[in-house]
């Protein structure tokens, strides 16, 4: 049976050898809490050995600590298929031509519901096989540039994938979809919004905040939505398209360089901030909410500025922060620093001297604000102008991590921190905006009596 338990060990390989379950079976297991049904699924070599696995018949996948197991019966047992059925995917000369590229991990997947297994896809006839949608929109090519977790996505890769876009767009591309992890998508749209300036097609970034082994996985509906704004969408920039609300009556695209993701695990995790969403999209239309984005065009022309300074960081500000925080950062060779700094962006004084230290060396500062929403207001209060006086140049309402990225392309072009300056503080792709619109704040809390009354309004 050994070839059949896989993952398990220890107490939890014990515990079925004991009651004869095998992986992949449909089981019932009776515990000290209650009785169970459900799949049994492998478990992770780097796992414990004290829970097993199951797959209820919901979709939800639990585990069953094996002190409470009292019985396991085996009630059926089909094998798992690893692979996924493949159906070629039909090609129409009427359909616009689109390219999905792969930086990791799986941008769509099929649930087995003979087994539960969860099965990759990422060929087109992988895809069409998995999300059958897709090939009423458009003809679809893909491409697997990395095989990591959106955390191991770097200035290498946003290289790389500012590179292979401009050369798919000089190929004649109608559009493009990126399928990224969540955790660090942001980051990588607002590098690609800087390396890849003037597309004259729409950039598509997407992902999934829950697997598709869950009944309430956004993977499959994410990919359509994006797809569709590849191929039909008249806004030429980078895009991020994820769930709107937490339903899935439709999706939203954020302007790359505007977007934040804003909670772990909600599936409308990504939100525009200090502005509005370019538009909202669901299966039938995409209906703009602004006018001022880049439109479509049929040429082939686009900048590519594919360059990045890795020595730079993001510094969170924290009260009581010590000098030797940014000093290590100037020891050891960093070029530019982005300061997230409280209220209209301020830091405590025992810094100062590390600051005029680092500024002094040729490191190029720059202050953001941790609220997110708003503008850097560093001529305000006192201490704010002694710190532009000490070298620290106000970013206007660029987010943080936005910050960071457009100084690592900054840098990356040029030493001169006078050029590096013009860069930073011209704005290229909405990183920095005139104003932020009255409804571009808006964070409600529940409990509050109108608050309640537009929800349940909204969502009964």
Request: some cysteine; glycine content about 8%; charged content about 25%.
């Amino acid at each position: 049976m050994a070839d059949t338990l896989q993952g398990y060990k220890g107490e939890a390989l014990a515990a079925l050898n004991k009651f004869k379950a095998r992986v992949w079976s449909e089981a019932q297991v009776k515990t000290t809490r209650g009785i169970f049904n459900g799949i049994l699924l492998p478990r992770s070599e780097n796992d414990d050995d004290k829970h097993i696995v199951l797959k209820l018949a919901t979709g939800y996948n639990i585990g069953i600590d094996i002190d409470t197991i009292l019985e396991i019966k085996e009630l059926g047992y089909k094998e798992a298929h690893y692979k996924i059925p493949e159906k070629e995917f039909p090609v129409s000369e009427n359909k616009p031509n689109i390219k999905l590229f792969g930086t990791g991990g799986t941008i769509a997947s099929r649930l087995d519901y003979r087994t539960g297994a969860v099965i990759p896809a990422f060929s087109p006839g992988e895809l069409y096989g998995a999300v059958p949608e897709l090939a009423d929109i458009c003809n679809l090519s893909t491409e697997k540039l990395f095989a990591v977790f959106s955390e191991n996505m770097g200035p290498k890769q946003y290289i790389e994938l500012a590179k292979a876009i401009g050369e798919e767009i000089r190929r004649g591309i109608d559009g493009i979809v990126i399928g990224h992890g969540t955790d660090t998508m942001h980051h990588t749209a607002a590098a690609l919004a800087f390396m890849v300036q003037n597309s004259p097609v729409p950039i598509v970034m997407v992902g999934s905040q829950r697997s598709s082994d869950r009944p309430s996985s956004d993977a499959a509906l994410n990919l359509i939505h994006a797809t569709k704004a590849a191929a039909e969408s008249d806004i030429a920039e980078v895009m991020v398209c994820m769930f709107g609300p937490t339903s899935d009556e439709y999706g939203l695209l954020h302007r790359a360089t505007r977007v934040r993701k804003m909670h772990s695990s909600y599936r409308s995790t990504f939100r525009t901030i200090g502005d509005i969403p370019l538009a909202m999209i669901d299966r039938e239309k995409i209906t703009p909410l602004k006018d001022d984005y880049n439109h479509r065009r049929n040429d082939k022309e686009v900048t590519i500025l594919p360059y990045f300074e890795e020595k730079v960081s993001l510094l969170y500000y924290y009260p009581n922060m010590m000098p030797d925080m940014i000093d290590s950062l100037v020891d050891n060779g960093y070029k530019g620093i982005v300061i997230a700094g409280t209220g209209l962006g301020h830091v405590n004084k025992p810094v100062y001297p590390a600051i005029e230290r680092a500024t002094k060396a040729g490191v190029a500062i720059y202050m953001t604000v941790q609220t997110l929403w708003g503008y850097v207001h560093m001529f305000v209060y006192d201490t704010g102008r002694d710190l532009m006086s000490l070298g620290i140049i106000p970013a206007e309402n660029m987010l943080p991590e936005v910050a960071y990225i457009k100084l690592g392309w900054a840098l990356g072009q040029t030493d001169d921190l006078e050029k590096v300056k013009e860069l930073m503080l011209t704005p290229i792709c909405g990183e920095i905006t005139e104003r932020e619109p009255y409804n571009g704040y808006l964070v409600l809390q529940g409990g509050i009596p109108e608050v309640e009354e537009f929800i349940h309004k909204i969502h009964k």
